[in-house]
């Protein structure tokens, strides 16, 4: 077993100069990042409420095992994962179809379609978030006076359990498509036109060039929006808190909003920093195992 000898790391010869140099990125970092985090784990083990907010006390593990053991817990991780894994298997495909779509060589009015694609980023995200909770409304919303149009019963979109999260997610999908568009075009402008020649030359189809060449050129590419995306959508608190405030009941809560609820709504500040750590640490655990994976489909490829 390698063991730390500390007499050899005081006499080996360091540039302290640029030791000197990064000191107050380390500070920034301690004070900006570190600290923070820091305290906040600290809290999650105290009783820091709105009763105890000036004289809180360690409680040890007390606030993690009553959210462990507590009878909602599994529900807002069911719902949690299927809001993020819904969100990011439509988010990812669409975004890369629309991206190929827009990259066809000889199309006509690219700008345009780009342009277009980039629309529902040009509202900020509350507002267009606020329209749609009007457009999904049981009684207002021009979506049920289309369905009524056409002979069909209005949905409780946001009000139902069954259909509050699906709704969810079609908006979310909605809001975030460009973006995903947008990269997925980086992607594959940054592929060698000659690779695509080469296969014109060899009489590829349009299937066959997708599978034997932007696929596999993109495989990284691929595993990052898809890993980035999962993360950004399982912290993505507006959506939730806008449109439904994680009802009807909890059938919407996800970790995020749960944290949130038990911070500010019933002042049980130290579980809902507990509630907010659990769920760092198993997104941590499922990027560890995502990247792996990842890794072992680039070497596949």
Do not use: C
Not at 249 to 268: N, P, R
Not at 277 to 282: D, E, F, G, R, V
């Amino acid at each position: 077993m390698k063991t730390l000898n500390f007499s050899n790391f005081f006499n080996k010869s360091y540039d302290w100069k640029s030791i000197i140099y990064v000191i107050p990125v380390i500070a920034v970092l301690v004070f900006l990042d570190f600290y923070p985090i820091g305290v906040g784990v600290y809290f999650s083990f105290t009783n820091l409420n709105v009763i105890h907010f000036y004289n809180y006390s360690f409680i040890g593990f007390a606030n993690y095992i009553a959210i462990l053991t507590s009878s909602a817990f599994p529900q807002i991780i069911l719902h949690t994962i299927i809001w993020s894994v819904g969100s990011t298997v439509l988010m990812v495909p669409m975004g890369f179809a629309l991206a190929l779509i827009i990259n066809q060589k000889g199309l006509i009015g690219k700008r345009f379609y780009r342009t277009l694609i980039l629309f529902p980023w040009a509202y900020p995200a509350f507002i267009t978030l606020l329209i749609w909770k009007n457009m999904l409304s049981y009684h207002f919303g021009i979506i049920n006076e289309v369905l009524n149009a056409l002979g069909l019963k209005g949905l409780f979109w946001l009000g139902s359990p069954s259909l509050a999260m699906l709704s969810l997610i079609l908006v979310n999908l909605w809001l975030s498509f460009p973006y995903y568009t947008y990269v997925f075009t980086a992607s594959i402008q940054s592929i060698p036109s000659e690779l695509y020649d080469a296969a014109e030359m060899d009489g590829y189809g349009t299937l066959r060039t997708l599978r034997r060449i932007t696929l596999p050129m993109l495989s990284r590419q691929f595993a990052f929006i898809t890993i980035f995306g999962f993360i950004f959508t399982w912290n993505n608190f507006y959506p939730v808190f806008l449109l439904t405030g994680g009802g009807p009941l909890i059938s919407t809560q996800i970790l995020i909003t749960y944290s949130y609820y038990e911070a500010f709504t019933y002042l049980a500040y130290g579980v809902g920093i507990a509630y907010a750590i659990i769920s760092i640490l198993i997104l941590l655990v499922l990027v560890v195992l995502a990247n792996k994976y990842t890794k072992m489909m680039q070497v596949l490829y």
